[in-house]
């Protein structure tokens, strides 16, 4: 890993609405597109990275955000399904990424879920092997793949758990 970055990590506010639906906007498309194709993740972007959505997260206190000298330059977000705690969004921006910035994400995410939680899932999509190679380095292996509903493998859903309390697994190198 190259040398860590030092950043402000914090709850994102309602004053932070916008600037993370520009995040989603400016990086999530970029993102996708070479992995699930670009009608794939404008519809991620349009779907999940808009002010009433991001909007309803942050009003419930469930997204991070992380600045480096007052720039959005990170986003993490949890949620439930179920009676189960996700974590749904993790997002660094790539300019920063490599340097430390999604562990610390990840880190306040933990922190911030209620006492007493006892697991934590993530979930992703099949074509993001690079998120999944990190989840995996931070303790989350795979617990279930869903199939996606089109034709496109990419497009299947990974769900990874790791028991809380439990140090990651560091992966053998």
């Not at 699930?36 to 942050?58: F, L, P, S």
């Not at 990190?134 to 034709?151: D, N």
Request: aromatic share 6%; proline share 5%.
């Amino acid at each position: 890993m190259a040398s860590g970055i030092d950043a402000v990590l914090r709850n994102a506010e309602h004053g932070d609405v916008a600037a993370i639906c520009r995040f989603g906007g400016a990086h999530i498309r970029s993102h996708y597109e070479p992995l699930i194709g670009a009608r794939a993740a404008d519809e991620q972007v349009r779907r999940w990275w808009n002010e009433t959505v991001i909007g309803a997260a942050v009003a419930e206190g469930l997204v991070v955000v992380a600045e480096v000298d007052g720039q959005l330059v990170g986003v993490g977000q949890r949620g439930r399904r179920g009676d189960d705690h996700v974590i749904y969004k993790l997002y660094v921006h790539p300019q920063h990424r490599g340097r430390g910035l999604g562990p610390q994400l990840l880190g306040a995410l933990i922190s911030r879920l209620p006492a007493g939680a006892e697991r934590l899932y993530i979930e992703h999509f099949v074509g993001n092997e690079r998120a999944g190679d990190f989840y995996e380095r931070e303790g989350f292996p795979v617990q279930r793949i869903e199939p996606s509903r089109t034709s496109d493998p990419a497009l299947g859903v990974i769900w990874r758990a790791r028991q809380l309390g439990s140090p990651p697994q560091e992966a053998e190198r």
